[in-house]
């Protein structure tokens, strides 16, 4: 018999401490913990009627788990939530506009950097395409979250100095 108050007491994905560990180890241990909670959900599907929310719950775990396992692999700017100050970034001068400070810290340069070189593509391109096909189009190739936002601040903010330019 499958015992639904062990699946329902794994713990939430953000408490997993996994501070003393490489980031390999952080990777393997964040995709066992997302199969574990796979595995139920599907044992619970299988077995137990009557057991939707948990369901439903141990897939989003999962879900978030290997969303977390992944960023580690590839290098995402992790959450440093006792970080004492700030080093925001800004993205440079342009067209005699001073540079615009970002609410993102310098972990985020990389993704910024990219929104501003797409606008100033955008700006400096004749093509027809539409300022939103190529803002939609090239932020797909940032994370989800703080990454896309990132990129589209960047985006947006050259955008910004050319307009207050004319």
């Not at 393997?28 to 929310?53: E, F, I, M, P």
């Not at 950097?113 to 940032?142: F, I, N």
Request: contains cysteine; hydrophobic residues 40%; negative net charge.
């Amino acid at each position: 018999m499958l015992d639904h108050s062990l699946l329902s007491s794994l713990p939430k994905p953000k408490t997993i401490d996994t501070s003393s560990l490489s980031q390999e180890e952080v990777a393997v241990t964040l995709r066992r913990s997302a199969r574990l909670r796979l595995n139920g959900a599907q044992s619970l599907v299988l077995h137990a009627a009557g057991q939707q929310d948990l369901v439903v719950e141990l897939l989003d775990d999962a879900a978030v788990l290997y969303d977390m396992a992944f960023q580690r692999l590839l290098g995402r700017p992790p959450e440093r939530a006792k970080r004492k100050y700030k080093e925001y970034y800004s993205i440079p001068a342009a067209d005699g506009i001073p540079g615009i400070r970002t609410p993102w810290s310098t972990d985020y340069a990389p993704m910024i950097e990219d929104g501003v070189l797409c606008a100033e593509e955008w700006l400096d391109d004749s093509s027809s395409l539409p300022l939103w096909w190529a803002l939609s189009h090239h932020r797909k190739r940032h994370w989800a979250g703080d990454c896309q936002d990132s990129f589209e601040a960047g985006f947006l903010l050259r955008l910004q100095q050319r307009l207050v330019q004319l």
